[in-house]
């Protein structure tokens, strides 16, 4: 059973306010990351970290932020908060190097900006 | 990155096996492929990866083509459970998985 965990599940806000979704995993991950999906389509990597105070960009431009204080935790922030913004958001954590680990992924973050 | 390429959809009955395929044509010696599955309103999950041999676990198994030029999960006996949209997927390192669109799993009761 994967120990990562996402919060709030969903989240409907208004246009021009700040969100932060969180993300925190219990397996002592180095690894982590965060997809943005939209529903039925591709997950897009948008933000990864390979430890404490190491965060890169991911393939899909994203106007969000991230930071890496903690090792459990990944938390993603936006800081003006827009209608294009509205998607759903997947935090994911591995051990080893993906080629031979596994990603445990959380159970998502929908977030709908009106 | 190497592409892989799925069948958008397939089909199932219940209780029965299925064969789902990827090409990935221009796998490099060091890709390993890796395959998720996302059920519904859920994040992926992972379900088996290999490098060269066929592999096995309790959930599925991974045929590999000589030439490594394609693959195929087989599911034994389905359930409703597994419908989901299953991605092949390849890396070589990089540590950043990229998923394409995957293949969408229908099982027919």
């Given at each position: 059973e994967a120990d990562i965990?996402?919060?709030p599940r969903y989240l409907v806000i208004g246009t021009g306010k700040k969100i932060t979704l969180e993300c925190s995993q219990t397996m002592g991950h180095d690894k982590?990351?965060?997809?943005?999906?939209?529903?039925?389509?591709?997950?897009?990597?948008?933000?990864?970290?390979y430890g404490v105070n190491s965060t890169e960009k991911g393939d899909l431009s994203s106007e969000s932020t991230v930071s890496r204080i903690r090792t459990e935790h990944f938390p993603l922030t936006l800081e003006s908060a827009r209608p294009s913004h509205t998607s759903q958001y997947l935090c994911a954590s591995s051990e080893l190097g993906t080629n031979t680990g596994e990603l445990f992924f959380g159970e998502?973050?929908?977030?709908?900006?009106l | 990155d190497?592409?892989?390429?799925?069948p958008n959809s397939m089909e199932s009955n219940e209780e029965?096996?299925?064969h789902l395929p990827c090409n990935h044509s221009?796998?490099?010696?060091?890709?390993?492929i890796h395959w998720y599955r996302q059920l519904p309103s859920q994040g992926p999950e992972y379900v088996i990866h290999g490098l060269t041999s066929n592999v096995n676990n309790r959930m599925a198994s991974l045929a590999i083509a000589e030439d490594r030029k394609s693959s195929t999960?087989?599911?034994?006996?389905?359930?409703?459970?597994?419908?989901?949209v299953y991605y092949c997927i390849?890396?070589?390192?990089?540590?950043?998985l990229t998923f394409g669109t995957g293949t969408r799993l229908t099982i027919i009761p």
């Amino acid at each position: 059973e994967a120990d990562i965990y996402q919060t709030p599940r969903y989240l409907v806000i208004g246009t021009g306010k700040k969100i932060t979704l969180e993300c925190s995993q219990t397996m002592g991950h180095d690894k982590m990351y965060w997809y943005q999906q939209d529903p039925g389509m591709e997950l897009h990597l948008i933000h990864y970290s390979y430890g404490v105070n190491s965060t890169e960009k991911g393939d899909l431009s994203s106007e969000s932020t991230v930071s890496r204080i903690r090792t459990e935790h990944f938390p993603l922030t936006l800081e003006s908060a827009r209608p294009s913004h509205t998607s759903q958001y997947l935090c994911a954590s591995s051990e080893l190097g993906t080629n031979t680990g596994e990603l445990f992924f959380g159970e998502g973050s929908r977030l709908t900006v009106l | 990155d190497a592409k892989t390429t799925q069948p958008n959809s397939m089909e199932s009955n219940e209780e029965e096996p299925v064969h789902l395929p990827c090409n990935h044509s221009t796998i490099s010696g060091t890709d390993y492929i890796h395959w998720y599955r996302q059920l519904p309103s859920q994040g992926p999950e992972y379900v088996i990866h290999g490098l060269t041999s066929n592999v096995n676990n309790r959930m599925a198994s991974l045929a590999i083509a000589e030439d490594r030029k394609s693959s195929t999960l087989i599911l034994h006996r389905t359930t409703l459970r597994d419908a989901a949209v299953y991605y092949c997927i390849l890396n070589f390192g990089n540590e950043k998985l990229t998923f394409g669109t995957g293949t969408r799993l229908t099982i027919i009761p």
